[in-house]
């Protein structure tokens, strides 16, 4: 009797490790945006957004299926090849966007996203998903930073739409002031203006596209 409930106890137990698995596979990192709760952050069409701490070392299956699913049979490459894409990421940055604390599109800005974005889409036989991302530079608290981000992406959207996306493509997001532009230094004992001037390239939008060429 004594055997039977160790034998019981131990194929228990063997059971609850293989059902943990998946989830501490999927356990959420800083190399995305989680919310409140520490689960990863998705937008409408499913995606998550990486964050600077990202590297491909770090991708999760849920958000990066292709950078971890197991390596294709060697006839795969080809045939993938043979599908032309029309992806391209633009960024619009420092004030050739929006002015310090302002989210309303300057005219340089316009002619960006003309040039850059809708003229491009023009080259796509079918676009799958547009994804604005507006940031903002870290003055301020995160609340306002977060509002200010989104207001950014939705100006962007707007225009967009203006022009002839299709709405269904398009999705927003405001990253606030969690994602500053790399590389960027800024000394916060500087004079405000020169402060200002310094953080711009943190002040942006990132349109990401994805969709087939023609």
Known sequence: MKKQNLTTTIIAALG????AAPA????????????????????????????????????????????TKAAPAAAAPAAAAAAKKCDFTV??????????????????????????????????????????TGHTDRLGSQ???????????????????????PADTVDTMGAGKTQPAQGVKCDDSLPRQKLIACLAPSRRVVVEVKGSAK
């Open 16 to 19: 609850a490790v293989a059902c």
């Open 24 to 67: 501490l596979a999927q356990t959420p990192t800083a190399a995305y945006l989680t919310d409140t709760r520490n689960v990863v952050a998705k937008s409408g069409f499913g995606l998550c957004w990486r964050t600077s701490a990202w590297t491909p070392a770090a991708a999760l299956a849920e958000c990066d299926p292709d950078l």
């Open 91 to 132: 960024t619009l940055q420092s004030d050739e966007l929006f002015t310090f604390n302002k989210a309303a599109l300057t005219g340089a800005a316009q002619k960006r996203l003309d040039s850059d974005v809708v003229a491009k889409l023009g080259s796509c036989a079918s676009v799958s998903m547009i994804m604005i």
């Open 143 to 165: 609340a306002y930073n977060q509002k200010l981000s989104e207001k950014r992406a939705d100006a962007v959207k707007a225009y967009l739409l203006k022009k002839g996306v």
